[in-house]
């Protein structure tokens, strides 16, 4: 599964808890990095086109100042899979 709202999720985690110096999160990104293909339309009209390669959702979220401490913590942690090295998100 290739979440493109992966950062967002972080922020609000850790906005959300009570206490975010004891959340810590651990994620195993499934993403495409080159000759990415997406879907567009739906139903008959549903096709697969070219799109460009996943964001990185760990990079994107240690790099915002405001979140990068977490980071630093330790308490954001990733297993990064190409896309044609996972299952999906049931077998993570």
């Known amino acids: 599964y290739r979440d493109n709202t992966c950062p967002l999720t972080l922020r609000q985690a850790f906005e ?4 975010p110096s004891l959340l810590f999160v651990g994620i195993v990104q499934q993403n495409c ?4 293909m997406t879907g567009t339309g739906w139903g008959k009209t549903r096709a697969w086109v070219p799109g460009p390669p996943d964001t990185d959702c760990v990079n994107e979220f240690c790099s915002d100042p405001e979140t990068k401490h977490y980071c630093d913590n330790s308490q954001v942690r990733i297993l990064r899979l190409e896309e044609i090295q996972s299952y999906g998100p049931f077998f993570s």
């Open 16 to 19: 959300r808890a009570d206490h």
């Open 33 to 36: 990095l080159r000759d990415c």
